[in-house]
C-alpha cells in the first residue's frame, strides 16, 4: 500500500514539471527556455499572474518560477 502511494506520489509530482515544460515549449516563441512578459500575453490566465509569477522582476518566467507555484 505504501509502495502504491509513494510511486502515485511521483507520477503526480512528474506529470506537474511536464505540464510546465510544455507550458514553457508553447509560449516561449524564441525558444530562449523562459517566457516573457510578450510571450505570456498569449495566455490570458498566465498573463494575469505573470507578475505575481516572477519572483526576481528580470521580466521573464523560467521553468524554477512556474515551478515555485
Known sequence: MKKTILISAF???SSA????EDKISILDAN???????????????LSA???KLDINKDGYLTPSELADN
Open 49 to 51: 499572474v505573470f507578475a
Open 17 to 20: 514539471v511536464y505540464a510546465q
Open 31 to 45: 525558444a530562449d527556455g523562459r517566457i516573457s512578459v510578450e510571450e505570456a500575453a498569449s495566455d490570458p490566465a
Open 11 to 13: 507520477v503526480l509530482a
